[in-house]
């Protein structure tokens, strides 16, 4: 993806940490990166070197920014403030990503290293993939949902928005005619197996994964 000449990363614990290291990554200098925090959890002026501003202090209105947080419902609001700041969605993509040209990527997602998207897969807004997380032929993602590290999901599957997947965990495949449905704000458990569909805001855990 193109370097942005400035970019905000809104939030500056660890996820936001590492979504610097993408940026970086992708060719932005940490001198135009800037962490964008609410004042209230304004507590350091720096972090690994890059400068933390409160997002009210007005200092990043208007720069790309990025919603750096690991929790689907906070990051979608995050991004709400960003934007009510001026800010437009910048979309980071780590140069090890395996993309395939039918892979179509909403505004907003970042792709970590080692991520693998194959074909016809469509990702929402603001959906972020972490490290070594595949998803694979014809799967679709909603906006703001959360692969952690080492998920992996198989073929045909619909993945609603706001969906936390948890390191480790793996979806099964849906069919061609059949897709295996998994529900808005549903929540995958760390090494979970989910072998059938998942409800609405259903947390599910472990192998086979159950609701619990
Ligand atoms: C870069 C990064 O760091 S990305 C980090 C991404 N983070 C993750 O993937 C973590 C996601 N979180 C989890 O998976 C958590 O284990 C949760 C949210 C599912 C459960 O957390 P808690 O509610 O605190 O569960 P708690 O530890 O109290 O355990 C409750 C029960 O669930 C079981 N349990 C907890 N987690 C799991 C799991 N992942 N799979 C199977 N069973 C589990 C426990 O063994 C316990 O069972 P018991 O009642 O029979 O003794």
Redesign the pocket.
Known sequence: MTPYGKLAIFGAG?HAR?VAFIAERCGVAPATMAFVVEEAHLRETTVNGIEVHAIESGHCDGWPFVAAV?DPALKERATGLCVSRRMSAATLCDPSVGLHRTVVLGEGCILFPGAVLTVNVSLGRHVHV?VNSSLSHDCRVGDYSIF??GARVAGHVHIGSRVFV??GATIVNGLHNVPLPIGDDAFI????CVTGPVADGA?V??VPAKV?
């Open positions: 660890g590492e690991g972490n952690s590290p948890g390191i458990a760390a090494g979970a947390r855990m472990g619990r």
